[in-house]
């Protein structure tokens, strides 16, 4: 008979346990309390744990010095299961179990086609995703292999997507076809921001606090430079803003947004701290004169991008800003916090204008058309479109897809 090792199969599976899953839950793998089999549905939730832990290895530039192919994936997640039931119902195995439950994508980024006739959306659940803007029909869809898509915007012509994939990865894709045009792979750490601000360049932010500097290409990936080189703060980069000649901003999660005015320079113009804060969202006016930021604590800020004073401060917003957008006229600025309804903001006046939506939901990026009469709202497994007039809701569709179909299977229908 073989040994166990500390009441486990071998020390693979019992390092693996709690080293990498201890305190996660079958909850956290998409399977819920229903009534099935558990033995199914524990082999259902072994393939998921597999992918998962393979997935952090590979992401793990020291490696991971175990032969995962000795661990007892299955009693793993026989653990997990019976530790969710209720006492009294883990006795009864036959009549308890566990499926699949349908997890709601966090849409991070929600973005407009040049056109105006197409809405891109970017999600945690491994998908690109473009709405007709006439009715919400998905006539796109794009399943990256990069892992979570933390944003992705159209490029100046629309001709072709650019996006920033948590597995290391910024890559272009066809906008008609989805088919992908190149992909840039770092062994560094993951892009969280991306932005294009002109016909010739865009910029991406990363985890590790770099902002980097890239020449637009539909043919091919040119090397960019970094932005923080001369004086590098590290923490992760929230949220970028940038207009079409040259001025860019940064906002990271050490509480320091930066702002450059000089195309030519990677030295920054303005340092703003957000003491005891940090920036989640940014946005910029089209004159590149006036920045908003929206922070963890709830704050909005109206700054001078010449000067880089803040100006004025919006209240009446409670909870985390998770995003901010400008109105193409730049008289109007839409918020979203965590639970409230959507604000809109007169600029430069502070004043709030109206407010569009209901409390209770968590929108988690905001976007106006380029003419300015509608503004795209992406939550938690919803994309709703708002005639800004009217505070109206025009068309609302759902983007939820059953995340456990990736542990199983590394994709999604």
Known sequence: MTERYNGWANYETWRVNKEMLDGMSAEDF???????????SSRELASGLESYVVE???MDSKGFALDLNKVDWQEIAEHMVRAGL??????DEDQQGWVAAALPPIINSVAYSPDGQSILIASDDHTLRVHAVADGTCRLRIDGTNGEFMGARYSFDGTFILSASWMFAIEAWDSDSGTLLWECVEEAVPPTALVVFDKEHFISGDAGGNIWYHRVDAEEYHEGFSLEESDHIGGSVNALAANGAGVRASASS???????CDEETPDYTHEIELL???????????DGKTLAIGTAK?????????????????AGSRGPVRSV??????????SASDGQAL?????????????IGGAGECVTSISFSPDGQQLAAGSEGRLRLWNVDTATEAWSVETADKLIEYFRTGRTS
Do not use: Q
């Open 343 to 355: 604000h809109l903001w007169s600029v430069p006046s502070g004043e709030l204008v109206r407010t």
């Open 86 to 91: 209720p006492e009294d119902e883990a006795e």
């Open 298 to 314: 709830g704050a909005i800020f109206l700054c001078n991008v010449v000067t880089g004073e803040r100006t004025i401060s919006l």
């Open 325 to 334: 957008a400008f109105h193409p006229s730049g008289s109007v600025l839409a």
């Open 254 to 260: 050490k509480g320091i947004v930066r702002i450059w």
């Open 276 to 286: 005891g804060d940090e920036g989640l969202s940014l946005a910029m006016t089209y």
């Open 56 to 58: 952090l290895v590979e």
């Open 30 to 40: 998409g399977l819920w309390f229903y009534g099935d089999d558990i033995d199914s």
